[in-house]
């Protein structure tokens, strides 16, 4: 039996209307019934929360409002890595059908458990960004977000099951395979990172095959931040519509968010998740519109249920309504994380504002790495930037104004001395999965 879809006002579908358009008023209490049984539910069962609820003073029956969620413990990422493997989890093995985990490239790996509810929870929040985007069942998805640990894979194959498209489990990484799939299957729809996007878009070029000979229709982008510029690449590259798509492995993985057709922000899945705005520094929930950290509290998580997790991630929360009919709250693109900030010399850079000057330039390919080092006691920020292959050809007087142009670009963004290196066309490793872009060798 097929899914019945309902069209949405901005070209998607619904897939599930009476919850995707329920009038704000009615979420919140939906919230604060499902945050009272979360807080309930946590409490007896995870040591380390009866603990941190304990030594705040606080029990599950404070919570009377979504307002007295600030009464409530936050969780960190140390927290779990203190609590690895198994003492996050609120049920018994027996209930638990699978885990997944972050790579742990910087430090201890982070595990999520899911019950087989859990996943079907996972599926929905997935399925509805598929349907958001416009995808039908019986048309093709082709997965390229990696299948094993990460989230992305799985998360996005849930959600074509839960919609009942056709879905083609690519995983990441063979981008010859990639190509020779996408040519003969003509899927409508591409779901991996910005960047991989970006690598398959420069592959198809260089092979001749222009965007309108590509069957994309849209695309799923998420899993690292990209900036409207790079989406604008992506789109002209691989002649689809770009979408983004947010979420964290502690969450359970892709599908806390997903942007609509209208594309003017995620839509939060907000019955599923609460998510509130924290200055970073103080960590009182901000005001809608301001921009701050934003935390989560899973509303429905049966195996991990998490508390105010702090994600690190900087946006802002969009309530206004939308122009596809959704109800949920949007959140703005994440402009990086509180950690990914660079403190170069006392002036804080975020390396979203260096992709934006970069990504406007058109002689420059969109790949590019930034290196922060430390000599004779004074931090030295380097971006090395691929040119294309005209102004490679030019003569080096003609180089030379090139990258002053860039790096006085630059600097009039970020107000600090940038040494431009360029790089010959296709010198810049290409990333198959989350693009590695800042070494900082002051760590
Ligand atoms: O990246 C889950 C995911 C898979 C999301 C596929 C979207 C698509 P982690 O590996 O745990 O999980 O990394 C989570 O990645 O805290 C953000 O810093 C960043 N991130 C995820 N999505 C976005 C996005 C997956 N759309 C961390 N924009 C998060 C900006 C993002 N940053």
Known sequence: MSTQLTPDKAGGSFLQPEIETLPQEQIRELQLARLKEAAARVYPKVPFYRKSFDELGVKPEDIQSLEDVAKLPTTTKPDLRENYPFDMFAVPFEQIERVQSTSGTTGAPTTVAYTHEDVQFWGECTGRGLAMAGVK???????SYGYGLFTGG?????????????????????????????????????????????????????????????????GIHGAEPWTNEMRAQVEAGLGETALDIYGLTE????????????????????????????????????????????????????????????????????????????????????????????????????????????????????????????????????????????????????????????????????????????????????????AVRVIDKRK
């Open 251 to 434: 969450m359970g993985g892709p599908g806390v968010s997903i942007e609509c057709l209208a594309q003017g922000g995620m839509h939060i899945n907000e019955d599923h998740y609460y998510a509130e705005i924290l200055d970073p520094v103080t960590l009182q929930p901000l005001p809608d519109g301001e921009l701050g950290e934003i935390a989560f509290t899973t509303l429905r998580r049966q195996a991990q249920p998490l508390i105010r997790y702090r994600t690190r991630d900087l946006c802002t929360i969009i309530r206004e309504p939308c122009a596809c009919g959704r109800t949920f709250a949007r959140m703005s693109k994440p402009i990086g994380r509180s950690d990914d900030m660079l403190i170069i010399r006392g002036v804080n850079v975020f390396p979203s504002q260096i992709e934006e000057v970069l990504v406007s330039i058109p002689q420059i390919e969109p790949h590019y790495q930034i290196v922060v080092d430390r000599v004779n006691y004074l931090d030295v920020i380097e971006v090395w930037v691929e040119v294309g292959e005209a102004i490679f050809a030019e003569t080096m007087g003609d180089l030379e104004r090139f990258q002053k142009m860039v790096q006085s670009k630059l600097y009039g963004v970020l107000n600090i001395k940038v040494d431009v290196k360029l790089k010959e066309p296709k010198s810049i490793r290409r990333s198959e999965g989350k």
């Open 137 to 143: 069942p019986g048309e093709i998805l082709q997965n």
């Open 154 to 218: 799985p998360g996005l194959d849930y959600g074509a099951v839960r919609l009942g498209c056709i879905v083609i489990p690519m995983s990441g990484g063979n981008t010859d395979r990639q190509i020779r799939m996408m040519m003969d299957l003509k899927p409508v729809a591409l779901s991996c990172t910005p960047s991989y996007a970006l690598h398959l878009a420069e592959v198809f070029r260089d092979r001749g095959i222009g965007p309108d000979e590509i069957s994309l229709r849209v």
